[in-house]
């Protein structure tokens, strides 16, 4: 969804092609501050992304995750580092000023469902990257299975030292 389109806008830049097929240019954004100031770099971003609406507490955490990336990393990835963070922040998602009450909702807001009603929600993990069957519930070495998840997995295959047992006696799996 969208989380993912801008994700890979902010990592790969916009780009064009030609009828061939072929890249015929792209899109990047490059920070016209001084790219070891991670304030001004925030605040040009701010400026830019959310129309310098951004709390100060979430200025103050994307200035230091920046700073991280910049120390660990390079300033390109710091700059990407703030970009996807911002991205994710209320203030990207809404046109008007964030005002945080710290006082819980109505109930009427919180209460959706009674108690005596039972009640199930739909998670959805948008992992990206190597995340598999074999990686999320892998057999444990006392189930026939676990060898084939070890060949298959080779050196990239977890130790049964490193694994939590799960108990599916009362379920319909291959091993309990």
Known sequence: GMSKGLYE???????????WGRPSGYIMYSTVSDPNSAEDVVDELAT?????????????????KYNTALHNKNSETAVKVA???L????EFHTTNIVRP???????EFNNHYSEEESYKAIVFIDVYGGM????????H???????EYADARGAAGLNENDMITLDASTSNQTCE
Request: charge should be negative; aromatic fraction near 8%.
């Open 83 to 85: 970009q996807l963070m």
């Open 9 to 19: 806008l902010v990592i790969n830049g916009l780009y064009g092609y030609d009828e």
């Open 87 to 90: 991205s994710v922040t209320p």
């Open 101 to 107: 009450t710290d006082e819980p909702r109505d109930e």
């Open 48 to 64: 830019l992304i959310t129309g310098g609406r951004l709390s100060p507490e979430n200025r103050e955490l994307i200035v230091e």
């Open 141 to 147: 070495s006392d189930c026939s299975l676990y060898a």
């Open 132 to 139: 598999d069957s074999f990686y999320m519930l892998s057999p």
